[in-house]
C-alpha cells in the first residue's frame, strides 16, 4: 500500500469516528472544568481516544473483525455481532446520526417539521455512497474528510484569532478531580463499541488496496490507529477551546451544541450557523455510511445476505426509526450499548493480555458474563433503575461503581488469573 492510500485510510477512519456526539462532548466538559480543561481533556483522550485506537489495532492484529469472538460459543459470538450492529445501526446510532444532523443541520433554517422528508433523503444518500463499499476510502478518506477537516479548521483558527470569553470557574466535581471526570466522560462516548464496528470497514479498506498477509495488515492498522488518534486528539481538544473559552457567549450551556451553535454565530454571523450546519451534516454523513457498510459486510460474510438487500433494509428501517424521535430512540436502546461496550472492551483486553485460542474457550467466556453481569449493573445504574437497597453497599464495596466502571476489576482480575494459570500450566508441560 502506498503513503497515499494509507493516510486516506487514516482519514477515512477519522472520520468515520467524528459524529456529532463527538463534537459535542468535549465543548461542555471543558466549559464546566474551567481552568482545568486541559487536565480534564488529558483523560478525555486516554479513553474517548486511547481505547478505539487499542480496538483498531488489536483487530489488526486479527486481521479480520470477526476473530475477536472466535474464541466464544458459536450463539454467544453471533448474538454480540447482531447485538452490536443492530444497536449501533438501525436502532439507535444510525437514527441518532439522522435525527441530530436533522436538528442541527436544517431545523434551524425552516420552519414546519420536516424530519420524516429529511430522513428519506438522508438514507437515500447515505445508501447510494455505500453501495460501493470499494470507492469508501475514495469518498470519505480523500474527499469528504479533508473538506470536514477544511470546516473545522475554519472555525478554530477564528477562535484562536478572536476568542469570545475566558475560562470560567470550575464547577466543584472538576475542581477535584478533573482528570478522572475526564476519563469517565471520555468512556461514555462509547467510541470503543464502535470501533469494534468500524473494524469490519478498516480491514476491508485495508484488504482493498491488495493487502493480504497477516503481518501487512497488523502494521497498516497500527499506521492507521496512529493517524486517527493524532486527528481525533487534535479536534477534541480544539473543541475543548472552543468550549473553554466560551463564558461571554455560553454561560452555563445545557449542552456542548449549544455552545459551538453561539460560538459560530459569534464569529461568523448567519454564515456561522451555515458552516456548523454543513459540519454536523458531513460529520453525521460520514458515520451513517461507516456504520451502514459494517452492518451490510457482517450480514454478507456471515449469512450470505448480498450486500445491497442488507444495506437497503438497513436504511429503510433507519428512516423509519428516526421519526420516533431523539428521546425515545435513546430511551430504548442506549442501555444496550451500555452493557455491549464492557464486553467490547474486555474481549479487548483479553485478546491483548491471554493467547489467543481459534475456538471456544472457557476463559473467555467467563471473561465475557463477568463484563456482561457488572455492565449491566453499570448500565441500570446510570439508568436510574437500581433498587435504593443496593446503591450504598456498591458504592462502598464495589470499586469504580460511581464512575459507572464497576466491570473493570473484576474483568482484571480474571485475566490475571486466567493469565497466572496459563503460565503454570505452561511450566507443567514436558519439555
Same mark, same amino acid.
Given at each position: ?47 474517548? $481516544? ?12 486479527? +486481521? ?20 452490536? @450492529? ?24 425552516? =420552519? ?5 422528508? /429529511? *430522513?428519506? +433523503? /438522508? ?20 474527499? &469528504?474528510?479533508?473538506? @470536514?477537516?477544511? &470546516? ?80 481525533? +486528539?487534535? #479536534? ?37 450557523? $451555515? ?44 428512516? %423509519?426509526?428516526? =421519526? ?5 430512540? %435513546? ?9 455491549? #461496550? ?10 491483548? *493480555? ?6 471456544? *474457550? ?10 456482561? @453481569? ?27 461503581? +460511581? ?16 493469565? @497466572? ?11
Amino acid at each position: 500500500m502506498n503513503r497515499k492510500d494509507l493516510i486516506a485510510i487514516g482519514f477515512m477512519t477519522f472520520a468515520l469516528f467524528l459524529g456529532a456526539g463527538n463534537l459535542i462532548f468535549p465543548p461542555l466538559m471543558a466549559q464546566q472544568a474551567g481552568e482545568y480543561w486541559l487536565l480534564a481533556i488529558a483523560g478525555f483522550l486516554l479513553t474517548a $481516544v486511547g481505547l478505539p485506537a487499542l480496538t483498531i489495532i488489536v483487530l489488526g492484529r486479527l +486481521s479480520s473483525a470477526d476473530k475477536l469472538t472466535a474464541s466464544l460459543p458459536k450463539w454467544m459470538d453471533r448474538s454480540f455481532w447482531i447485538l452490536v @450492529l443492530t444497536t449501533l445501526g438501525p436502532a439507535f446510532v444510525l437514527p441518532r446520526a439522522v435525527t441530530v444532523a436533522y436538528e442541527m443541520g436544517i431545523k434551524p433554517f425552516v =420552519n414546519g417539521n420536516y424530519l420524516f422528508i /429529511f *430522513s428519506i +433523503s /438522508f438514507c437515500a444518500l447515505t445508501l447510494l455512497l455505500a453501495l460501493k463499499p470499494g470507492r469508501l476510502v475514495d469518498y470519505i478518506g480523500k474527499v &469528504m474528510t479533508p473538506a @470536514l477537516i477544511s &470546516m473545522l479548521a475554519l472555525l478554530i483558527i477564528a477562535a484562536i484569532i478572536n476568542p469570545l470569553g475566558s475560562t470560567s470557574p470550575a464547577t466543584e466535581i472538576y475542581k477535584q478531580a478533573p482528570t478522572v471526570n475526564g476519563l469517565v466522560q471520555g468512556y461514555m462516548t462509547l467510541d470503543a463499541i464502535a470501533a469494534v464496528a468500524f473494524g469490519w470497514v478498516i480491514i476491508q479498506a485495508i484488504k482493498s488496496k491488495g493487502v493480504t498477509s497477516t503481518k501487512a495488515i497488523a502494521k497498516y492498522s497500527r499506521w492507521i490507529a496512529g493517524i486517527y488518534a493524532i486527528l481525533m +486528539s487534535s #479536534c477534541y481538544l480544539a473543541m475543548g477551546y472552543l468550549g473553554a473559552t466560551s463564558s461571554n457567549i455560553a454561560p452555563n450551556a445545557l449542552n456542548g451544541g449549544e455552545i459551538l451553535t453561539r460560538y459560530a454565530a459569534g464569529e461568523f454571523g448567519q454564515a456561522g450557523q $451555515v458552516l456548523l450546519a454543513a459540519i454536523t451534516l458531513m460529520a453525521c454523513l460520514t458515520t451513517t455510511i461507516g456504520l451502514t457498510n459494517a452492518n451490510a459486510q457482517y450480514y454478507k460474510n456471515t449469512y450470505r445476505i448480498p450486500f445491497k438487500i442488507s444495506a437497503t433494509l438497513i436504511l429503510g428501517l433507519t428512516a %423509519i426509526v428516526s =421519526n420516533f424521535g431523539l428521546e425515545t430512540i %435513546i430511551e430504548v436502546s442506549f442501555p444496550a450499548i451500555l452493557i455491549l #461496550c464492557p464486553i467490547a472492551i474486555a474481549l479487548i483486553l483479553a485478546t491483548v *493480555s491471554l493467547p489467543f485460542p481459534n475456538k471456544p *474457550s472457557t476463559t473467555h467466556t467467563v471473561i465475557v458474563l463477568i463484563a456482561t @453481569l457488572f455492565g449491566t449493573i453499570d448500565a441500570l445504574s446510570i439508568l436510574d433503575k437500581l433498587p435504593l437497597t443496593v446503591i450504598e453497599p456498591f458504592t462502598k464495596w464495589l470499586p469504580f461503581y +460511581s464512575a459507572h466502571m464497576s466491570w473493570l476489576v473484576p474483568v482484571f482480575i480474571t485475566i490475571v488469573i486466567s493469565k @497466572l494459570l496459563s503460565f503454570r500450566s505452561e511450566k507443567m508441560i514436558p519439555a
